[in-house]
């Protein structure tokens, strides 16, 4: 029997042998060959399959005829495309936050949650790529819709399935989002807090306002989805100082963590206090186990105390302090002994009332903070004392003396005599100096020691952080959209691109904007090699891959894809 029947192959290449002339010369031969495995020998052995012959009186463009060939017949595996031949760059794009992005999108499965409220339209149109790509604009580069689509997916990013993509596919996204933005919202959350292992005893929550660059305000109930809709701008009390424009008023619940929970969007005339109930009654049922409510002094009325405990319900809210009211005659009025519980924060407990129905006031106090507080009045009375010599001079009720007295910089700290002079208020300075550094608290939450309250409500400024974020990384502002709903899922994406970038700060330990400009370095090339275009990663620096092991995301794959063309030069 012949031996090579027992031959088992292992793998073809080209074989190169040489052999020395007596003159001293080489010659080289070139040979297709294959190893294959003698069992008889038990070893692998050289089989040529073809002898191509001396290797200086070959035509060399026969042998990358043939190797373009071979390539073209096997042109599905991308890893052939790679040949001796000169390359024509076409393009680079940037990809790396769109990666790291697509991976935290992957985790949090928001694809297959959108899809498959999107079935109910029976289409395949791509409208989950749709969303994905306003949410990764709002983090990479945020502008309008209208610039994502036309700007953005087609010269800015490398983008894969952004090509089915329409501008109307956009918005019927958002659309799709609005209608199902409980449902979504809350398998997010779940599966956030299972995968970062959130801290969700304690929900933070805020209001802020974002304005309009519109005059008239929004008068006309729009129905959509079987909903109606109020009218949302109207003008309001802005936290930004714009009291000319109509306004939405926007309130976000985070962790602890400063992870986003929910986002509300309130019509622009309505006060902090009257969103509570509205933000109890959407987290009713989220499982969130012992939950503790943080809200700030805008939150705090006695409707809203009585909503917040019913149903066991805990609260941890900021009092006002006015003159005559009980924070300033009852709590911060009451002697005793300050503890430090870390720097510059001290705090006392106070309790008003007896019995089950007594209330829990924490007085915190900060020594920094009042230095500066008293130092910034003290510069304040001396430029009134000034101001008020220089009107000695002159007229009593000149332009600048009514300024002075309508200024909110100025004149809580002025009076009038009965002659009409300006004079320093001691009184009113001497009043604001009991305020200076310190903060009151109120809570239900027996539990919970007098630090943890004190402690608790300081990372208020969680959510602090995330309007920031929002406002000046995600430009929530300019919307230009009109349509109720639309407006709602406008803060809905920039919600969700807010998530994105608090888990891939929470993994890494920097900032967003610093995160992104590492990734900024990852990009794809496309060129053109021979007969063949190619879609190639740059290559991944170390600092960059230790960045990416940071967020758990694998490095991105090398060749994206190799397309025939007719010629290098085809456009």
Known sequence: MRHDVWRIRIGMYLRVTQRRNNDGSTVRYYQLAENVWDPERACAVAHVVHNFGRADQLDAEKLRRLARSILRICSDDASLAVENSEITIRESRAYGGIWVLEQLWKELEIGPLFKSHAKSLRTAKPFERALFAMVANRALSPYSKLYCWEQWLREEVFFPGSQGIELHHLYKAMDLLEAHKAEIEKAIFFKMADLTNADVDIIFYDTTSLHFEIDEEDEIEQQRFGNTYSPLRKRGHSKNGRTDAPQIVVGLAVTRDGFPVRSWVFTGNAADVTTVETVKKDLKGWRLGRCVFVGDAGMNSEENRHKLALGN????????????????????????????????????????????????????????????????????????EAEIASLEQGDEHSKRACELVASARFGRYLRQTSTGKLRIDRAAIEEAARYDGKWVITSNDDTLTAEDLALGYKQLMRVECCWRQMKSGLRTRPIFHHRPWRIQAHVSICVLALLLERIAETRVGDTWRNIVAKLGTIKVVEYDRAQARVHQTTQVRADVAGLLKQLKVSQPPEIHGVTEISSPSTA
């Open 313 to 384: 319900g805990k609260y941890i809210l900021g009092s006002r302090m006015r003159a005559g009211d009980e924070v300033s005659k009852d709590v911060l009025a009451r002697p005793g002994r300050y503890h430090d519980v870390k720097e510059n924060l001290r705090i006392k407990e106070v309790l008003v009332g007896d019995g089950e129905r007594h209330r829990r006031y924490v007085v915190c106090h900060n020594p920094a903070e009042e230095k500066r507080q008293r130092d910034h009045r003290e510069k304040l009375v001396q430029l009134l």
